[in-house]
């Protein structure tokens, strides 16, 4: 990986793309079969969540490429973060400079608080605690370093972003204590939009700028394991054991903190002349003593809040790189000589760098219509020829078979970019086939951004459609759709139309001219042409 171009896949020789190349080595005739993690709605108007989703059939081929195209684009650039990320973490706690001190932020699940004996009708009645483990690296008196793991308990249940800030000053204050001559505080934590990377956590970072020089960095996207989930394990594992065995019984936090500071704390020696570097200790939060505090705030959101690992607040506003780094130079504050400028970029304030992320969106978008006319030409062909061809004046594809999406884009020879003015010029060629034909007028009507353009790309096909007459209107059976029938809508069939039965249809956002051809049983008996249908409605 020789910078983040390539990583990024935004160079030509590390594109991804021509992974459409091995469709040429795919029975298509086969029935294909993958799963994917996927969000899906909740029930009842529930929240959305994630599900592991079973694939299956022999015209998906090409919506697996498409996903698996999609998700190694990803790969590297997430895989070289969560690298570098880690790799700068470690390296800073295993040295930490004179004067700063180090902080690792992370919520534990929350602690259930069960009981080994209980009747039965209180097993779905458990509460829970609320576990938020940090570890701090400092250096001690003696030049060695110290670390003081710390856990804050309870019954607060929001995990929000206020709860956050008010752990946050605690151990600051903390810090201050220990460290006479703190000169700057590093956070770690993971990406958790609602806690630590989002428009609120941002505020409350700018107004804990103005007390002390703080310098904010998160680790890899899903990869946010640090010494805190070892941690929160340890009390939680610990509290587990001791109710099973009868020793304690554990209803609210304070129970659970009674416990910890009793049986779990490791306290710093008072003899000042033996330095102990480990101590572990427990804080209690109660629900009086949270503070409104959440007008500390930004006035709006920060485009491509996902991209930076590194936040600096300032007196101006926050700057914003999209990589930690802790080289020689940087440590020193010297950030203009760092040894790692290939892959970190300079600190820019928010402006610069929404800029920025919409300029690399807009390339990306462009690189992958360059591409797709690339795959369009090289790479899918029928009995040996093109599937289309590009009129010599450059006005459109002609006879383009679209593909899942890929083929069939109105592209310049020279950008890939759509040219406006060629959206009325469409020209529609006679001998195309039935699928092609409505294809490439459907694809047509995407490309018009004003009316004025829909209606001569509709008037252009008009003559063309009695060349593609609908299927004589026939009743076919169930047996002939090969279709399952829903059994659900079964009973919703009103009086009259019992002869009828309601089919399952895909559910990709076309179900109603999928539902048409093949629901109806009256045009083609069989769903292959809903783009057919969407067309001429």
């Keep these: 990986m020789d910078d983040l171009v390539c990583l990024s896949r935004e160079c030509k020789k590390c594109e991804v793309w021509k992974l459409d190349a091995l469709r040429e080595n795919v029975n298509v005739e086969e029935a294909v079969e993958w799963t994917r993690w996927e969000c899906i709605a909740g029930e009842k108007g529930g929240g959305s969540r994630i599900d592991l989703r079973k694939k299956k059939g022999s015209t998906c081929i090409g919506e697996m490429m498409e996903e698996l195209k999609l998700e190694a684009v990803k790969l590297p650039m997430h895989d070289f973060v969560h690298g570098w990320q880690l790799k700068q973490y470690t390296k800073l ?45 400092y250096n001690c008196s003696c030049g060695e370093r110290k670390t003081d793991y710390v856990t804050v308990i309870t019954d607060e249940l929001d995990h929000s972003s206020s709860l956050v800030d008010q752990i946050t000053k605690a151990l600051l204050q903390h810090l201050n204590e220990k460290l006479k001559s703190l000169t700057k505080v590093i956070i770690f934590s993971d990406g958790c939009s609602s806690q630590y990377k989002s428009k609120m956590p941002f505020g409350h970072l700018l107004n804990l700028g103005k007390q002390c020089r703080v310098e904010r960095c998160y680790l890899g996207a899903r990869h946010g394991k640090t010494p805190c989930n070892a941690l929160g394990g340890l009390l939680k594992q610990a509290a587990t054991r001791a109710v099973k065995a009868r020793q304690v019984t554990v209803q609210c936090a304070a129970d659970l903190y009674s416990y910890a500071c009793k049986n779990l704390s490791i306290w710093e020696n008072s003899d000042p002349e033996k330095c102990i570097h480990i101590a572990r200790v427990f804080w209690l ?30 007196v101006d506003g926050l700057l914003i790189r999209n990589l930690s780094c802790f080289c020689e130079h940087c440590v020193a504050g010297n950030g203009d000589a760092c040894e790692n400028k290939r892959w970190v970029s300079d600190w820019k304030v928010v402006k610069d760098w929404e800029k920025v992320c919409k300029s690399k969106l807009k390339l990306q978008k462009q690189i992958v219509s360059e591409r797709q006319s690339i795959l369009n030409d090289a790479f899918l062909e029928v009995d040996g020829g093109s599937l289309g061809q590009v009129d010599s004046d450059q006005d459109c594809l002609v006879g383009e078979v679209l593909d899942d999406g890929l083929v069939g884009e109105v592209l310049d020879a020279g950008l890939g970019q759509v040219d406006s003015g060629l959206k009325s010029k469409c020209h529609f060629d006679s ?5 092609e034909f409505f294809k490439y007028v459907l694809h047509s009507m ?24 609908l299927p004589e209107y026939v009743w076919p059976t169930v047996f002939d759709s090969e279709r399952a029938v829903d059994k659900m809508s079964l009973s919703l069939i009103p009086k009259g139309l019992e002869h009828l039965f309601p089919v399952c249809v895909d559910s990709d956002g076309n179900c109603m001219p999928r539902s048409i051809t093949i629901y109806s049983m009256a045009l083609f008996c069989t769903e292959e042409h809903h783009i057919e249908v969407r067309a001429r409605i």
């Design 93 to 137: 706690t295993a040295s930490v400079p004179e004067g700063w001190a180090v902080v690792t932020l992370d919520f534990a699940e929350n602690n259930l608080c069960e009981k080994q004996d209980q009747p039965q009708s209180s097993y779905c009645g458990y509460t829970q605690v609320t576990v938020q483990p940090s570890v701090l690296y």
């Design 285 to 314: 939060f109660k629900a009086s003593d949270r503070a409104a505090h959440d007008s500390d705030n930004l006035k709006k959101p920060i485009y491509g809040t996902r991209q930076p690992h590194s936040l600096l607040p300032t």
């Design 431 to 435: 001998g195309l086939s039935r699928n």
């Design 446 to 469: 995407s490309m018009c951004s004003t009316f004025e353009e829909l209606e001569s790309v509709v008037f252009s096909a008009l003559p063309y459609l009695n060349s593609y007459p």
